[in-house]
């Protein structure tokens, strides 16, 4: 029978017969995936690029359009595929959209895949549409609800945390002490006026006021452990306007947007 034929052909046979084998395109792509040279385009990508190789949290914070989001995601692919970490986290606030999001339709990932567009894009070019789906479907790739944070500990794992302006203080309370083994915590966001959607204090602007404040003053209750972990393993870099890198217009409204909500 032709059935039994094909069963009992050995790989030799297949071989010789030169029948192609078949591979699925999501494998190939796999494959192809290549780590990303990241070059960075002034001065202050080089520094961010550089705390990124060597703080467990690293705060890139200032002008739009100056790379924080797609240096971050880059690096991160990278360590990715170098095998030197399991699992890229992306979390994004959502809440001043105007509707949570466990009352929309869909699965968690559909829900957030949309929301998460800034991150996903430099990820996907980077790797290719096949082999980020194959990372989102093998956990690689994680799509993180910020109200799904608490009670989580991340371990070898980029944590990357987009317009962190909008986090308020009681969730960057929860993930700064998410943090485990072999584990790194990037957060992007402006701390511009005009950038803040929520009404509550921002986080973000309350963690770097917080920081400045206790590597200040010194307070008692820390020890020397805990003085290195905080001038060691913080890093901070602040993007100006002269570092915004899309269109010359975007610059120019990102000047403007600092001159007139300030005054």
Known sequence: MKGSNNSTETRATKVRDKKPRVVKEKFVEENLAKVVELLPKTPNQKYYIDLLKSKDIVYAVGSSGSGKTFVACTFAV????????????????????????????????????PIMQSMVEPIKNALGESRFEYAVEHD?????????????????????????????????????TRLDEGSQLIFCGDTAPWQKDIKDESGLTWILNLI????????????????????????????????????????????????????
């Open 140 to 176: 690689q790739i994680v799509l993180e609800a910020l109200e799904d944070c608490r009670g989580r500990s991340y371990k070898n794992a980029i944590v990357i945390v987009d317009e962190s302006s909008n986090i308020d203080i009681k969730s960057m309370q929860t993930l700064v």
């Open 212 to 263: 400045q404040t206790i590597r200040k003053d010194k307070p008692d209750y820390l020890d020397s452990d805990d003085y290195d972990e905080l001038y060691n393993n913080i890093g901070i870099v602040n993007f100006t306007k002269e570092d915004v890198v899309r269109s010359g217009l975007s610059r120019l409204f990102v000047k403007v947007f600092d001159e007139v909500r300030t005054k």
């Open 78 to 113: 990278n360590r990715l595929l170098r095998k030197e970490i399991e699992h890229i986290v992306l979390i994004r606030p959502y809440e001043f959209v105007g509707r949570s999001i466990g009352l929309r339709p869909g699965t968690s990932e559909e829900k957030l895949m």
